[in-house]
């Protein structure tokens, strides 16, 4: 009996694309046969790898470390976005917009080593827990895509992760969730800067952005860390659709899938009109050029790895 | 018989290091053990892979291209650094020092997509020959070095490129050359753009500098793109200082070799004193710090592959 590589995937179009598609590139005796080397797939991770509502997870993370940093800055109290911050207000907080988020990511982001945020990270991850399921986050990846990455690798294929997020937020727990090596990890950044401490050498974050990898920056960091065309691409906002189009623009066999949060039951339903992951002008390119798109409620067995039975 | 997974390292300290370093890493037995996904090695590129005299070979690949160019560019003539390099000196054209350098790339390396640049790259990489040896440029690796990135990656290394010179114009030949695919290609950059043209995504080099992967800026790189320390790394220069200091500073046992240029006779002799590849700084760290110091002269019984018997 073979074992079904994507046993909680139920079946459809979806799975049997991904199927086809991976069949068609690893058959040696054909014309759309793709080297191993060559065989990159990209995903998305908020919404794509892992739940992203009520709010990112990043941004719950800064959140919970402004509360944890407001007695060394008693100045937040009359200082936007801070102020209605520590007073329970996120919706006022995050009014602002970008401008609002990025100045809570860089206080609470920067002014320390890289050593020292990812052990912040890791920290927090361990056990933090989701305002309305109340697991750990890393509890919240989707299992349907643990078993499309675990497929795609035992096929060949490198696997790599290219997140609007934070690079070195998704990397201290991306192998342990998604068995993707830090390395296959792709994301938003801020400034480092190496310097000597008492002869030590430290990379230092800055409070200042780096790159933006999101919507055109990630076709453009997707060139910058891999130097090749992925021939596989995931996402679920408008956020992936340079990627996917990127992805789809090389010859030869090329899969663009995007996740659709149909499921408000077992997840949440979004896509048109959500300000966290949006899917709307993706929605129509993808119907347009006829890309896989996974409907979680119909395609997808389960959600999460505790489902299993 | 054993196989010598060094044969054109003399016997001596240094070859004997290497291997000693890589058995420790690999012995599961004992405390020095490596998990095989930490076992990153970083290698400088030019005078450290192949040869970088008289000048960096991108350097004589962007003099080439001025040379194609000159006749869409009347106004060069009267422009420096470009007038005298079309009267064929090179040494005033770059008595501007890094300005006119940048200028120089700028007006060669940009404005084209990536893949025309790649083009470009591999085209004249096929044809150019080395001013004084005459040989193709990838003839010029070094043939003891090419046996290191081998010796690691079959006892479990990624290995990495971390080049001072232009990360896209070393991943269309390093895959080749050196057997690291251009994911595993770190380097300076320029800025490059997503553009849609007839609806076709195209990615555009900006004569903008993206990043400077030199000095400081390697550790930098390396966080950036591989996100964890590795545990062995290759230079020959003062530019590849704060890389071997950032991977030697990690726990457990570190792997720093510095390539001496001491060869005049089959290759070129230099350290202090040079414009290229000066090597002086690093050299009296080397020593202090008791890195390995390869001599090429007494250490390597040849140098490029096409000595080998």
Redesign the interface.
């Known amino acids: 009996m073979r074992i079904d590589p994507l046993a909680s995937w139920n079946e459809g179009r979806a799975k049997q694309s991904i199927i086809e598609f991976v069949s068609r590139v690893t058959d040696s005796g054909t014309p759309d046969f793709v080297p191993p080397?060559e065989r990159?797939a990209v995903f998305d991770n908020d919404g794509t790898l892992w739940s992203e509502k009520p709010m990112y997870v990043q941004v719950l993370f800064a959140l919970d470390r402004v509360d944890m940093l407001a007695p060394m800055h008693p100045e937040w109290r009359d200082q936007e976005p801070f102020a209605s911050l520590l007073e329970g207000d996120v919706g006022a907080a995050l009014a602002g917009g970008e401008h609002s988020i990025l100045e809570i990511v860089m206080a609470t982001h920067a002014d320390m080593t890289?050593a020292e945020f990812h052990e912040i990270v890791r920290e927090w991850l361990a056990s933090a827990k989701h305002p309305t399921t109340e697991r750990l986050y890393t509890e919240m990846v989707y299992q349907p895509m643990l078993e499309v990455l675990s497929y795609l690798r035992a096929n060949g294929f490198?696997t790599f992760v290219v997140s609007g997020g934070g690079?070195?937020f998704v990397?201290p727990w991306a192998?342990e969730a998604y068995g993707i090596?830090?390395?296959?990890?792709i994301g938003s950044?801020i400034k480092?800067?190496?310097r000597?401490r008492d002869g030590?050498?430290l990379?230092v974050r800055s409070p200042e952005l780096n790159f933006f990898d999101e919507k055109?920056?990630k076709?453009?960091a997707i060139?910058?860390?891999?130097?090749?065309l992925p021939i596989a691409a995931f996402g679920n906002s408008d956020g992936d659709l340079?990627m996917l189009?990127?992805t789809t623009?090389g010859p030869g066999p090329r899969l663009a899938v995007y996740v659709h949060h149909t499921d408000g039951d077992r997840e949440w339903a979004y896509d048109r009109e959500s300000s966290v992951g949006r899917l709307d002008e993706g929605l129509d390119e993808a119907r347009e050029k006829d890309w896989i798109v996974a409907d979680m409620k119909k395609d997808w067995k389960i959600i999460y790895p505790h489902e299993m039975g």
């Open positions: 080397t990159i890289t490198k690079i070195e990397r192998e090596p830090p390395e296959q990890v950044s480092t800067a190496f000597m030590e050498p990379l055109e920056g076709p453009v060139n910058q860390h891999i130097g090749r340079q189009q990127w623009a």
